[in-house]
């Protein structure tokens, strides 16, 4: 049986594994991708706005400082990158794994049967394709309760006047004084989305499991007092902050909104994180929960093994000795006569 190494368990080697294990938590995924993009089809509550409170709801329309396809980018890319450089250096796939969830089974299984001259190629290409585990459930969870929220809420933007009414002219119910948009119903429908921001929220999903999982594999805990290592936890969430700051400056969202969405988003990446790993300060920070029990389970098999080979010896020297004492029996029955007869003789 050989040794336990570590750093050992590659896509290669242990990739199967790791992915059938853990087929359910990709159909949760799935199901979470379904739900956010219902979410995000479907219309939020209109919430009453009145001609006295578009006083704080009539800012300009901007440009976002950050734009949409920027969040996914910075919250999601970035994280999963210095994931796979982490896997490149250790080539530990339960940590790729639990950082990061593999594309398909199928692929999976016919990367095995690759020659041995392509894989280190195909190595590469599937982890490109792997989606991150905890990284993925932070961001897609924290996704789905932002856009619920945001849909059940329906808080008008600070420029909700200017989406309203592109003109400038307002135009109110005459009994409820409630607005009668006039602009562009997909931007108005945006318009309703205010509370708690997708921006910030999503980037302290992805950002704060990212500062999670540095703070656990630089051991930022270890009791040794390195001030910068603190420094580097604390500069994805800094990042998250500026995005969540642009929101506002952007007059995107209310402060509430920012705050609110940074709090989802950094509690759901604490408890996804939890779900995979350890606590940093922990003595075994550095590894996910199912890289040491599967360290576990193969030390449990090697001493079966050792057991076995003991029994095995154990049986094998009764049987040898069990036969020498069969042959002793055979060689004394067989020259007994010739004993006797030469007694005999001597007699005579």
Known sequence: MPEIQLGAHTLRSHGVKVARTHMHDWLILLLLVVIDVILNVIEPFHRF????????????????????WAVPIVAILLPFVIILVYYFIRRDVYDLHHAILGSSQSLIDFIVLIPDVCMCCIDVITQQIMI?????????????????IKDAVGRPRPDFFWRCFPDGKGVFNNVTTDVMCTGVKSVIKEGHKSFPSGHTSWSFAGLG?????LSGKIRAFDRRGHVAKLCIIFLPLLVAALIGISR????????????????IGLTVASFCYLQFFPPPYDIDGWGP??????LAESRNGSESYN????LNVRQSELQSVYIDSQHQNVLNRDTSPILEGAEGERRH
């Open 49 to 68: 706005v009145g001609r006295d409170m578009m006083t704080d709801l009539s800012y300009p329309l901007k440009d976002n400082t950050v734009p949409f």
């Open 132 to 148: 991150d585990t905890g990284l993925l459930f932070s961001v897609l969870i924290t996704g789905v309760i932002t856009d619920a």
């Open 209 to 213: 499991f990212l500062s999670w999982y």
């Open 248 to 263: 506002v400056d952007d007059y995107w969202h209310h402060w509430q909104d920012v705050f609110a969405g940074g709090l």
């Open 289 to 294: 929960h199912a890289y040491f029990q599967m």
């Open 307 to 310: 057991n076995m080979n003991c």
